[in-house]
């Protein structure tokens, strides 16, 4: 089956700690973006890809890293810099360079800090 | 600078009831509009999307969309709201450098 898969599902961290979120799809897409939900917010994009070896910064990007070595994969790591890490992170792709194709999601990282 | 609006940050409606979730964009470019839906701890579900092909989208679940330029809105419906149609609603523009935008949401409760 094609898709999205990020891991774990659930996940709590130290203050003070750095943590990973994976983030794989077979989809083939060229394009991946991690987002984060906080209530009441919606969706606020921390980081984007286009391409492989290529990213850029969203709107929320301080505190956060990311990485592009394989088209498939597209990890996010939540540095100790990020004042206040506890949320939902979503993964999702989508094939780039077209207007008129949806995203897809992932089933989403709830991320807290203990 | 596109810009998507829901109005009403939750909807409340009886099972069986007509469930309407508000959307405005603002696009400089042809609208590409997308309604998703997430429910709790979950990623988000493609519900249906307008790609100027037909005004009027219909997606999964009965629910469908109405493009109107005029009013630069991309209305959701379902005609009869069921107790799993309970969930938050998510509709999204695509803007000149393929980011979707977001709206804030709306959280959709279905009163037994």
């Known amino acids: 089956d094609g898709g999205i898969t990020q891991s774990p599902k659930y996940l709590f961290r130290k203050e003070g700690q750095n943590v990973t979120l994976s983030c794989e799809q077979n989809l083939n897409h060229d394009a991946m973006y991690w987002y984060r939900q906080d209530p009441g917010q919606g969706l606020r994009l921390i980081y984007y890809s286009q391409i492989v070896n290529d990213f850029q910064k969203g709107d929320i990007a301080e505190g956060y890293s990311v990485s592009r070595e394989k088209k498939e994969s597209f990890p996010l790591t939540v540095t100790s810099a990020q004042k206040n890490p506890t949320a939902f992170y979503l993964c999702?792709?989508?094939?780039?360079?077209?207007?008129?194709?949806?995203?897809?999601f992932g089933q989403g990282t709830r991320l807290t800090v203990v | 600078a596109q810009s998507v609006t829901q109005l009403g940050s939750h909807v409340s409606v009886s099972e069986g009831a007509l469930v309407l979730l508000r959307c405005n964009y603002s696009s400089s470019v042809p609208p590409y509009l997308f309604w998703y839906v997430q429910y709790p701890n979950q990623g988000l579900q493609l519900l249906l999307k307008?790609?100027?092909?037909a005004t009027l989208v219909k997606g999964i679940n009965d629910f469908e969309a109405e493009f109107k330029k005029s009013e630069t809105s991309f209305h959701l419906t379902k005609p009869s709201a069921h107790m799993s149609d309970a969930a938050e609603y998510f509709c999204a523009v695509m803007d000149s450098n393929y980011q979707l935008i977001w709206g804030a949401g709306t959280k959709l409760i279905i009163k037994p």
């Open positions: 307008y790609t100027s092909a």
């Open positions: 999702a792709s989508s094939p780039g360079g077209v207007r008129n194709t949806e995203a897809f």
